[in-house]
């Protein structure tokens, strides 16, 4: 109970300042510069105190929950540290309406994972007799499952490539074409990072893991890879070391320091490559729709970066602006609340709801499904620019197209239970941490197109309790 008093008074609390600072944006008591730093360190203030409050009274692997994965990366991350990069430079009214929608988002969200409501969803998830039925509690692997779901990983890619479909050398035309599959390869490919998670899930469950099973794992993570440079998303290139952290983390119950260092490596490697590779994209396409092709075009690419002439002062503000939100969501702000959505545009609002509807029914039945070029949209519609390029707009932006400050607040409670709702996975063993993590990277909320966290919960849950029991032996089986 004094949980609870507390944590509703430091929101009141946080609401009060918030506020407070809005009215003296609006009567120009103080500079949008100021406005936006005093909103940014009121963020991480109360981002700061929610998570201590959660580390304090359940300190169990409290560092990837979801709703704390959630308050680093997408608040702290893109709307707080990032904001750095406006130092100095001008600030709009529109970034600190932003903030404004940010804070209230985050207050919303934890509201919803510590709420009645969420904690009982939970309790009914870990004591169901379905999923106790359906979840493996062993950590012990089927390797001639794993091996065939890495082929089949291996062919699907090999197919993307081929087919013009596959990261950032695909086009809207190619895309377009695969429309009616686009969601069946996206679960086929989706079955090699479950495959790391699984294998690394169970190589540290076990207190020494064997050589064998180091090689394999450090394999599956050179494949992981070496086709997200190919895809030209820096993500995908830092995304297997992060599964592999997450999973040493949960079963050693402490942070992989070298995997770190070694992931930040890469991500400075993927920023030096990546950039120059996608010019020559766009410039010129690639070599050819081949991995022979892609790979000469990602050499180019790394063959035209000059790195000993490259200065850390000169990677800072660029590694900044690709982490910001604030400044690319606030024009989405501007433009709603001066301009009528053109044609064409996205159903905000209806997509949310039709989401469940989406995850189920194929598109060759549903033509009209949404086919993911939200980015692509919001680039020339919104942005107006004359190239290809998709845009994360973030979610704050996205709900406010949907519904205004309603829609945002209704939209982050939602979320803040569904994270509440998937933490009850952690308590089923092996199995149940391949659906949780299966599941968080959808819960964190880091989505630009909001519509997609039911849509792909409603959509993944299945799969991944079919994955976990085939990758799993059921624990009666080890006796």
Known sequence: ???????????????????????????????????????????????????????????????????????????????????????????????????????????????????????????????????????????????????????????????????????????????????????????????????????????????????????????????????????GMKSAIVFPFIIVGLAYYNERRRLPRN??????????????????YREILNKYGTSGYSVEGLSRTVLEGAGSTKISTVQITELWNPFLRLLNLTGVGSIGLEYAAKNHLPQGSPKFLSNIFLSPIYAVVPRFIWTEKPIGDLGAWYNSAILGNNFYNSVGMGPITYLNFAGGILAIILGFLFLGVLQRLITGFRT????????????????????SAFYEIPLYFIRLTPLLIIVQALVFYRERKLG
């Open 259 to 276: 995997l770190i260092l070694i992931s930040f490596v890469f991500m400075i490697i993927a920023y030096l490559i990546i950039g120059p």
């Open 428 to 447: 089923f063993g092996g199995g149940g941490m391949v659906i949780y993590f299966g599941l968080l990277n959808t819960c964190i909320g880091a989505s």
């Open 1 to 231: 109970m004094k949980v609870n008093k507390r944590s509703t008074a430091l929101r009141v609390i946080v609401i009060c300042f918030t506020l407070i600072v809005n009215i003296a944006l609006s009567e120009n008591f103080i500079t949008k510069s100021l406005g936006l730093f005093v909103y940014t360190i009121l963020l991480l203030f109360y981002l700061r105190l929610e998570i201590l409050s959660l580390k304090r009274y359940n300190p169990d692997r409290f560092l990837i929950s979801p709703v704390v994965l959630s308050s680093l990366l997408l608040f702290a991350t893109y709307f707080g540290f990032s904001n750095l990069m406006f130092v100095g430079r001008e600030v709009t009214i529109w970034m600190n309406n932003l903030m404004f929608f940010v804070i209230l988002a985050a207050i919303a969200m934890w509201m919803g994972y510590n709420s009645i409501f969420a904690k009982n969803l939970e309790n009914r998830l870990i004591n169901s007799t379905l999923f106790h039925n359906l979840i493996s509690t062993s950590f012990q692997i089927r390797k001639p499952v794993l091996f065939t779901f890495i082929a089949i990983v291996f062919a699907t890619r090999l197919f993307q490539i081929s087919h013009g479909i596959f990261g950032y050398s695909s086009s809207l035309e190619k895309i377009s074409e695969f429309s009616d599959s686009s969601q069946y390869i996206f679960l086929l490919d989706s079955l090699g990072n479950l495959s790391l998670l699984s294998f690394a899930l169970s190589c540290f469950h076990k207190k020494r893991m064997s050589n064998s099973d180091l090689y394999i794992l450090i394999l599956i993570m050179i494949i992981g890879v070496f086709f997200g440079f190919l895809s």
